[in-house]
């Protein structure tokens, strides 16, 4: 079975500065999708960024940008130029590509704050 | 654009009653699926619905806990006879389809008590 594992509980960085968020997960496909998901206080989960295994590249979105390295099965999340609302819990997820696994296996999530 | 709708948004019940939450799906999205936030948590999935095909309800984590889906949209995730254990945020998402790189759209999630 799969897993995806946050090892960071809670994070903090300071406004304008970057900070990573790490994620690791386990997986016997060779085939599959990488998510990350913002939940601020009003519980709704926002995709952040997503990464398909097959493509080498890393995905970037504005200020967000992944390291994946697929060897080591990482997939960590950078945040540039911080923002105060930027402070949420961040999730990593993780889908299959094919046949019946069609939700996401998530992370226990990592808590940000941001310092003014 | 109307997102992803799900009601209450908060419940609070005793201990043995029956509940039920409800999703609406954002408009043409065929796959639909479950989810549960306990506190501290990540969110663990429960059941998840593909247009007319069976669901898929590996994840439910007792026969106490039952949904459906009426017509391929509306869905209602039923628990009986609450436990406290079944406190948690329930999240409910829908997608274009139910494989690929296609988004999981989340609602606001109902948060239920069980005292």
Redo the contacts between chains.
Sequence with gaps: AQTVTQSQPEMSVQEAETVTLSCTYDTSESDYYLFWYKQPPSRQMILVIRQEAYKQQNATENRFSVNFQKAAKSFSLKISDSQLGDAAMYFCAYRGYGGSQGNLIFGKGTKLSVKP | GAGVSQSPSNKVTEKGKDVELRCDPISGHT?L?W?RQSL??????LI?F?GNSAP?KS?LPSDRFSAERTGGSVSTLTIQRTQQEDSA?Y?C?SSLV????Q???????T?LSIL
Excluded: K
């Design positions: 796959a699926y989810y501290g948590q990540g969110l663990e999935f998840y593909q898929d994840g945020v999240l998402a139910r494989v690929g790189d988004p999981q759209h989340f609602g606001d999630g948060r």
